[in-house]
């Protein structure tokens, strides 16, 4: 990445060492030529990195779904994370996210939607909101923070408003995900549409997506909406109704730049920052074992 951006900056360095003192130009011609080089160079630099952050998504996409599950620590303080990929997308493509949150100390969980969220989102609402109860009861606690990548989100979100999850869901962030729908489901239709009931949901004005951005938001779940200004898979929609002006970020970058950047889990990482030391987390049940709960091997039941 930052041979990538050294490689912009040589290259600028070198058209301003060029250009003529100007001297005998207005000032504000001058300035209006400046501003607009300095506009090229901050584009092309934006475009030279989405494009390294979409060769890291493949990368990491490739691997698949046989992703060895790590031993997990559930603190007290910090609810598990659960990570729901997107269409045509593998549990190894969460990868960048669950590494990084790992580092924070947090109790990661991902698992696939079989073929590659080509089921219906509904049905695959339905499954998270049941893994979502399991690990709650697997681990005796009442809440977990989810992130949804791209239709990972919708089904995320629609688990809960439709399927109860709200019970259960302190936060959720979403990543790119397609609130307004996207044209970009065409192709899938014309590849996948007799197979795969998810390209047809989310084409713009679908009920599915009515349905789901008219039924309310339970009060007490947050929602962090965040996508990317570069993004051509799912353009920026509307901010939803239930998410704070503060809380819809749009980011530098194309799709797959909202798992791969660093500066994108800072914005992941800041919404489901633990709770203050000393304070313990609303909903949060007191542990059994006032040390934290170890699991020495996660259920492949979470990696189906």
């Known amino acids: 990445m930052q041979k990538r951006s050294h490689c912009v900056q040589t290259a600028f360095n070198t058209i301003f060492a060029g250009l003529p003192m100007m001297r005998n130009r207005p000032v504000g011609a001058t300035i209006f030529a400046m501003r607009m080089l300095e506009d090229v160079r901050l584009r092309l630099h934006t475009a030279v990195d989405t494009i390294g952050h979409g060769f890291d998504y493949a990368r990491h996409l490739v691997r698949g779904n046989r992703i060895p599950m790590q031993r997990a620590v559930v603190q007290a303080d910090a609810p598990p994370v659960i990570l729901v990929h997107g269409f045509l997308g593998t549990r190894g493509t969460m990868l960048p996210l669950t590494r990084r949150l790992q580092s924070e100390g947090r109790a990661v969980f991902t698992y696939s939607h079989g073929t590659f969220q080509t089921a219906s989102l509904r049905r695959s609402a339905m499954l998270l909101a049941k893994r979502i109860r399991r690990i709650c009861e697997d681990l005796n606690v009442s809440h977990v923070d989810v992130i949804g990548f791209s239709m990972g989100g919708l089904v995320a979100l629609h688990a809960i408003k439709f399927m109860q999850s709200d019970r259960h869901v302190r936060r959720l962030v979403t990543l790119g995900s397609p609130f307004d729908g996207t044209w970009v489901a065409l192709a899938g239709i014309a590849t996948l549409g007799a197979i795969s ?104 039941a979470y990696a189906e």
């Open 197 to 300: 009931p998810s390209v047809w949901q989310v084409l713009p004005g679908s009920k599915f997506l009515r349905e789901l951005k008219d039924a309310p938001t339970p009060s007490h779940v947050k929602i962090r909406q965040i996508h990317g200004n570069s993004d051509t898979i799912a353009p920026v929609p509307a901010r939803l109704d239930s998410v704070a002006s503060r809380d819809c970020l749009v980011l530098p970058g194309g799709h797959s730049t909202l798992v791969v950047a660093d500066y994108a889990f800072e914005a992941i990482r800041e919404f489901i920052a633990p709770a203050p030391h000393g304070r313990s987390i609303p909903g949060f049940r007191d542990l059994q074992d006032p040390a934290d709960v170890y699991l020495q091997e996660a259920d492949l």
